[in-house]
């Protein structure tokens, strides 16, 4: 599977969820541009996202992602989301494409570096890369889905 082919995929699947992204987009304006809580900031991480992707017409240079792993992360993601936001459809199919696309295309963490996750945990970025503290806590939660995130142990 090369990379334009998954853009292609998700940017199809998000179009297929217009009342679920209006909805977002109202809770973001009723909130404001100045939201506070953790909750908040990694909605807004989604939606620049979600932005980034609606403006994204190609991928340049292509290139290749393993689709085992993909098939992987899905499946781990589905797990992970049925446990913390079962029946929540529509979330679920907004929260995976956005992770497929930070994960294997712009290789990003699925959570907003520099937000405070607890006092221990925290995604900071140095240079290039992306450190996370509290990814060896979570490496062996069977749920987690820490082992495909870019971070590196922080």
Known sequence: MNASGLLSRICRDLRNLPEYIARI???RQAVGKD????????????YATYSEICGRERISPDFEIDPTIVEEFENALDVYL????PGKT???RYVSNISLYLTFIVKRPL?????PFSENIRIVKNGDLYYCSGKKRFLDD??????YCVCRLG
């Open 111 to 115: 959570h907003p570096p520099g937000v």
């Open 35 to 46: 939201p506070s809580g953790v909750l908040s900031l990694l909605g807004n991480y989604n």
């Open 142 to 147: 069977p749920s987690s889905i820490c082992r």
């Open 25 to 27: 987009e109202r809770e």
């Open 90 to 92: 529509d979330l679920k």
């Open 82 to 85: 049925d446990t913390y936001a």
